[in-house]
């Protein structure tokens, strides 16, 4: 069993930048692909990213490239996702989770379990 919390939201203006952290704590997570989701009012659970257990390779949903980064440190136990050039249509409530052995880039959400709470991100002028 994997805790995760996310941290790292908040209320930037277009083109800003965010780093949100996800926390986890429990024996499985050094082991685990890890994603972001995220979910606007009104809207789906949409895929934002993946990462393999070592980092070694990353998956970005199309609209998201270029701009974010997914990244992890395991000696922290701590996975992040560095958000630049934000957009007003990437304001939503983002949430992080541990896939539960499906191929790491899987965008289905029932692929993955021990979700935090999420953080929020609102980007408006």
């Known amino acids: 069993q994997v805790q995760l919390v996310e941290s790292g939201g908040g209320l930037v203006q277009p083109g800003g930048s965010l780093r949100l952290s996800c926390a986890a704590s429990g024996r499985a997570f050094g082991s685990s692909a890890m994603g972001w989701f995220r979910q606007a009012p009104g809207k789906d659970l949409e895929f934002v990213a993946a990462i393999t257990w070592n980092g070694g390779i990353t998956y970005y949903l199309d609209s998201v490239k270029g701009r974010f980064t997914i990244s992890r440190d395991n000696a922290k136990n701590t996975v992040y996702l560095q958000m630049n050039s934000l957009k007003t249509e990437d304001t939503a409530l983002y949430y992080c989770?541990?896939?539960?052995?499906?191929?790491?880039?899987?965008?289905?959400?029932?692929?993955?379990?021990?979700w935090g709470q999420g953080t929020q991100v609102t980007v408006s002028s």
């Open positions: 989770a541990r896939n539960n052995g499906a191929p790491f880039q899987s965008q289905n959400p029932r692929e993955y379990d021990n």
